[in-house]
């Protein structure tokens, strides 16, 4: 899944999105996702995920990235003063049957002004996933995103980074090292 990220984009900004505030509203739009999802009381162990009709392995997160508890989300990271977040989520009840383009569009909300940069499908556990870059604003500041969609087993898997605009290729290897190691188990 590695030849999607550019490794051509300019550095830019050198200032964590947490320290301007932009963090912390990351922080809350991941609380807004993760609600929207309707999944609860997960649980991380060894590299496995559980929670009730999904089970899942997927890959560490080398320090400095500091898990986040957040109600109703599957996993979160963020790196302290840094402005880099990754999130993992399922949902395996109630969820919309669309095709993964739309599916990855639900990803954007809370987000202005998003601009596709690329998009492509790459196999993912077995199954056809769909990756978009996107550069777009979250309170006005400029972030880019990487997001993931899969449908697999009666359930939608998603998986987005991201990072302050100019700085996606800084931890973008850690996402896909841990995005490499996922794999859907029974529940």
Known sequence: MGGFLREDLPMGLRWG?????????????LVLWALASGCSH???RGG??????????IGELPPPWH?????DNDIAWTLPD????????????????????????????????PQLLGQQTAMLDGREALQSRCQA????VPVELLMVVMKKNGCVYDFMYVSPAGRFDERSGDFERMMQQFKSEEP
Do not use: M
């Open 42 to 44: 997960p649980e991380l």
């Open 67 to 71: 898990r986040v508890s957040l109600h």
């Open 137 to 140: 604003k979250l309170d006005g």
């Open 82 to 113: 840094d402005g880099h977040s990754i999130a993992v989520n399922s949902t395996c009840q109630s969820y919309e049957d669309a095709p993964l383009p739309i599916l990855t569009r639900h990803l954007l909300v809370g987000f202005t002004d």
């Open 17 to 29: 999105l947490w320290r301007t505030g932009v963090g912390r509203t990351f922080l809350a739009i």
């Open 48 to 57: 496995v995920f559980s929670k009730p009709n999904v089970r899942y392995r």
